[in-house]
């Protein structure tokens, strides 16, 4: 379970399941507004309580990582925490994802133990899932909190299956040899 907004205890998310691998960071997380750091910030569209508040109500989902209960998940504003969750934008992204993904992509930064949300595909959502940003939003910020879990990336499994949200839906739902999935935003669906 979340806390909710505003929340300043420090977490105590634990994974209690066998499923992580040993790498994987303890599981606190931190939401944070990206904007609110280094330069070239200021085309990031959303402001961070609204952010925060939306990030923490897509992980408070049962649809989401918590699932079964398993996993446990706390917002803390501050303090240590496992991961954070940034909106970034395109050019920050590029300096925190490296320059060999597809521009306007997300990804998670291992390093830094960070997920950074793409300002611009936040916006605009993406191809696959048409008109309903609110559904590519919750696949993006479930895609990227999921590598923060240890998971890697997956294909579709069978055309006209639900797409894995570790599969690459920005770029499509398509695998080459299977066929077209289609779009899902959940870890549980
Ligand atoms: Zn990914």
Redesign the pocket.
């Known amino acids: 379970m979340l806390a909710g907004a505003g929340a300043v205890a420090p977490a105590r998310g634990r994974h209690r399941g066998g499923r992580r691998p040993p790498a994987a960071p303890r599981q606190r997380h931190h939401q944070r507004h990206g904007g609110q750091r280094g330069e070239g910030e200021a085309g990031v569209a959303e402001d961070g309580p609204a952010f925060a508040a939306a990030v923490e109500q897509i992980l408070s989902s049962p649809h989401s990582w918590t699932h079964g209960g398993q996993l446990r998940l706390q917002r803390v504003d501050t303090g240590d925490v496992d991961f954070r969750v940034s909106l970034t934008s395109s050019m920050t992204v590029r300096k925190l994802c490296g320059y060999t993904l597809p521009f306007e992509t997300s990804?998670?930064n291992g390093d830094l133990g960070r997920a950074v949300i793409n300002d611009a595909r936040w916006v605009r959502g993406a191809v696959a899932y048409g008109h309903n940003t609110a559904a590519y939003r919750t696949y993006v910020i479930n895609?990227?909190v999921g590598?923060s879990f240890g998971h890697g990336?997956l294909q579709c499994p069978k055309a006209g299956a639900l797409a894995p949200v570790?599969m690459?839906q920005t770029l499509g739902v398509s695998t080459p040899g299977v066929g077209a999935c289609r779009v899902n935003p959940w870890p549980y669906p």
């Open positions: 990804c998670y895609h990227e590598h990336h570790m690459q």
